[in-house]
């Protein structure tokens, strides 16, 4: 009690010296939980990229453009050596003009791999309610969570893709689907695509294309990826040069490849992150340091009376350090909730579900942070105080 009326007493001090703490824990949880958001997102890529093999067109193919190969590339793959199985995929744009993709495939390899052989994926996509679409599926679909949250849809709803966007062409076509699942939120791509069968990924592929090519091409035969498993012990990095060198026109990525992208980008986006909240941070400090600085210069004679009726030098250190401490925590539980409140305002607002992520080990790092920043920066005026000489001390005015 005696910590917070000392405090108390100098009411105007006490606020802007917490006021400092607020701004740099706020800064903390909001550019953190900017970062634990992002790394979530790399995370999910990691997993998922490091356990499969990404095979594209070369760009040197020739017959069937650019980002394309056909379908008979599918079952080449399938033959290589070490490859336990592959499946296609065809991606075009959901929402043309936009970020967001709808990733087409056949559902049994894209969606639940794992329930269809034997091989390890530890990405694991699910559905919140529905199902997935199958081979026989026509016009029905499995959206994203993002996607069924940003359009209001549930299962049994419509929805027209692709979306239609506001600068569209006299040729754009799009067709209405039936909603047969959602799934459960990942934090990562997923979140963001819609699922259809293999003949209507196909279908909206060749509609995609320009006028004067659908004619020309039969898009029935195309495929715009594939995802390659790996038997069990077998080196994916080496799997991925053995595709490229036996099957023509095509460039596996190396699973490391993508994960080393993936790590390094996670690396920079989190310094500078830190690095901003981190110099508020600082800030904060230093106001903690001057507060407890001017506290003990007026406090001297205090300090000297209570020293001179037996109060020991670990005394004085400890009731010092537990006011900037006191101040610390206090600034850190304002700041944090603070943040957290602007974090979900933020969130609230975004249909994708936002950009920002509390998580505990954040909750953990921002608390602990001001805490030991107030306990840190009162240290030296606290040795200072818990130091002085009990005469001198009561001499001073």
């Known amino acids: 009690m005696e910590i917070l009326r000392n405090l108390w007493r100098r009411k105007l001090r006490t606020t802007l010296t917490v006021s400092g703490i607020v701004m740099g824990i706020f800064a903390l949880t909001t550019m953190g939980s900017l970062a634990e958001h992002f790394n979530v997102l790399l995370g999910g890529g990691i997993t998922y990229y490091g356990g499969s093999i990404q095979v594209t067109d070369d760009k040197s193919n020739g017959g069937f453009g650019a980002g394309a190969m056909s379908l008979d590339t599918l079952q080449k793959i399938q033959q290589v050596d070490g490859v336990l199985a592959a499946g296609p995929a065809v991606g075009t744009s959901a929402k043309p003009g936009s970020v967001s993709t709808v990733s087409f495939g056949v559902p049994d390899y894209i969606m639940n791999f794992d329930a269809t052989t034997t091989a390890h994926s530890p990405f694991k996509i699910s559905v919140a309610s529905g199902a997935f679409p199958n081979d026989a599926s026509r016009f029905q679909v499995t959206l ?20 239609r966007p506001k600068d569209a062409t006299s040729d754009f076509i799009n067709h209405r689907f039936t909603v047969i699942g959602v799934l459960d939120q990942t934090l990562t791509a997923p979140d963001n695509g819609a699922y259809v069968s293999l003949h209507d990924a196909q279908m909206l592929l060749g509609e995609s294309l320009p006028a004067a090519l659908r004619g020309t091409v039969n898009p029935y035969q195309l495929i715009t990826s594939v995802v390659a498993y790996g038997r069990p012990g077998v080196n994916l990095d080496a799997l991925a040069t053995r595709i490229t060198a036996v099957v023509p ?11 080393s992208s993936f790590k390094s980008g996670g690396a920079i986006f989190t310094f500078m992150t830190t690095a901003a909240a981190l110099l508020a941070l600082i800030i904060g400090g230093l106001s903690v340091v001057n507060t407890m600085i001017m506290s003990v210069t007026e406090r001297t004679r205090e300090i000297g009376l209570k020293k001179a009726i037996g109060a020991k030098t670990r005394n004085i250190l400890s009731e010092f350090v537990a006011e900037s401490t006191a101040m610390g925590l206090i600034g850190g539980l304002i700041g944090f909730l603070l943040g957290m409140l602007m974090t979900f305002l933020l969130n609230n607002g975004d249909p994708s579900g936002g950009l920002f992520l509390i998580t505990p080990r954040l909750t953990l ?7 030991a920043l107030g306990a840190g920066a009162g240290v030296i ?12 001390a009561l001499r001073a005015q």
């Open 381 to 392: 005026p606290a040795m200072r105080a818990a130091r002085m000489d009990p005469v001198t």
């Open 144 to 163: 994203g969570s993002t996607l069924a949250s940003e359009f209001r849809k549930h299962v049994g709803d419509t929805i027209m893709l692709p979306v």
């Open 365 to 371: 790092i921002a608390l602990v942070f001001a805490v």
């Open 249 to 259: 026109g095509v460039k596996a990525t190396k699973p490391s490849d993508l994960v």
